[in-house]
Every structure is written in structure tokens, then in C-alpha cells.
């Protein structure tokens, strides 16, 4: 069972450069979200979807955009990296609103160094 | 704005012992609370999701309570085992938005 899948799992990134951090879910769930996670902090929301074409900022989108063409995949796309975006990126995905009693499945993580 | 505090950060007990996590939240206008386990370099798990409307749920040797009112809710792990040793989350969601709001996580140590 493959559920959410990230990748990388590692990547240093110079100041100024971009990236993508790939997500998919083999679930068909129609929620996805992206979390960061800083050391001994809890984990933020940067943007989630509700479905295929809608997506919306959470609670720390600066620096960050993201797409949802398909059910199944949710990228999250770096544009000049900055040392503050050196973090802990989860991917997760749920069947329904993760406030509204869903569970959530997480993907293993990409540890992104900024230097 | 909801917050979510886990006391104490890390725990560290003998083998076979049963303990309890804390979580508490300021907002008690929840619709669920739900309790992650986070291994090294993985991702979370969810462990258990208590609704607003029950007062506890049991999964195997975990037992999650929850009261509202209080705001507070507690993970009772029973008959620890060195591999319970993980970091566990708690994290609520309310209304006005399809996020969870997480905790800092509490570092469990079960020592053989």
C-alpha cells in the first residue's frame, strides 16, 4: 500500500533557488495539505486543496505556491528559497476535512536545507 | 485562535510501566482531537480520532480520553514497550477551517 508518497526526502537548496517538492496520493482522497514542520514546533499548514482545481493558502503560504491538476498528486513549489524555509515538508491527505473527523495520512517527509 | 500545548516535552520510563501524555487546547469548540505517533525521519501516524460528542476511544493498549469542557485530553498507553518509544502528537480541529491545529509533541522514551 503505497498512500502518500513524497519526494525527495532530502535536498539542499542555495539562497535564490527553486524547487518542487512532489506529492501523490493513490487514495483517490479529495483532501491534501502541506505542512512544515521547524524542529521542537508543531506542524504549520503552508496550503491545502478540497479537490482537483481548488486550492487555498493556510497559515504560512508566503514563499510557496501550489497546483492540483489531478486527484492524486499536490506539488509544492519553492520559489526563491530563502534560509527560513529550512524545514521538515509533510504531505497528507484525508477523504474529508481533517477537521471534520478524517483521518489523515502523512508521506514520510522531505528535509529541505536552505544554505 | 485555537492553541495546543503538550506537557511534558519528553518522558522517559522503564519498560512496562503505563503512562499517561497530556495535551491541553484553549478553544473548547472542537468538532475532534486527534493523537499521532512520529518515528524518526518518518512521518505522522494517526493512532487514534476522538469526536466531539465521545469521551474516549481504545485502541489496542492506547486509550484516548477527551474532555471538552476542560480542554484537555490524555493518551493512556498501557504495559509500555521499548518500541512505544516515538514522538506523539495531538492535534484538534474546530470550525472555520479544514486545518488541525498540532501541538509540540511529547518525546517518549521506553528504556529496556
Known amino acids: 500500500n503505497a498512500g502518500v508518497t513524497q519526494t525527495p526526502k532530502f535536498r539542499i537548496l542555495k539562497i535564490g533557488q527553486s524547487m518542487t517538492l512532489q506529492c501523490t496520493q493513490d487514495m483517490n482522497h479529495n483532501y491534501m495539505y502541506w505542512y512544515r514542520q521547524d524542529p521542537g514546533m508543531g506542524l504549520k499548514l503552508i496550503y491545502y486543496s478540497v479537490g482537483a482545481g481548488i486550492t487555498d493558502k493556510g497559515e504560512v503560504p508566503n514563499g510557496y505556491n501550489v497546483s492540483r491538476s489531478t486527484t492524486e498528486d499536490f506539488p509544492l513549489r519553492l520559489e526563491l528559497a530563502a534560509p527560513s524555509q529550512t524545514s521538515v515538508y509533510f504531505c497528507a491527505s484525508s477523504s474529508g476535512a481533517a477537521n471534520m473527523n478524517e483521518k489523515l495520512f502523512f508521506g514520510s517527509g522531505t528535509q529541505l536545507s536552505v544554505l | 485562535k485555537q492553541e495546543v500545548t503538550q506537557i511534558p516535552a519528553a518522558l522517559s520510563v522503564p519498560e512496562g510501566e503505563n503512562l499517561v501524555l497530556n495535551c491541553s487546547f484553549t478553544?473548547?469548540?472542537?468538532?475532534?482531537l486527534q493523537w499521532f505517533r512520529q518515528d524518526p525521519g518518518k512521518g505522522l501516524t494517526s493512532l487514534l480520532l476522538?469526536?466531539?460528542?465521545?469521551r474516549e476511544q481504545t485502541s489496542g493498549r492506547l486509550n484516548a480520553s477527551l474532555d471538552k469542557s476542560s480542554g484537555r485530553s490524555t493518551l493512556y498507553i498501557a504495559a509500555s514497550q521499548p518500541g512505544d518509544s516515538a514522538t506523539y502528537l495531538c492535534a484538534v480541529g474546530g470550525a472555520g477551517s479544514y486545518q488541525l491545529t498540532f501541538g509540540k509533541g511529547t518525546k517518549l522514551s521506553v528504556i529496556p
Open positions: 476522538i469526536q466531539s460528542s465521545q
Open positions: 478553544d473548547s469548540a472542537i468538532y475532534n
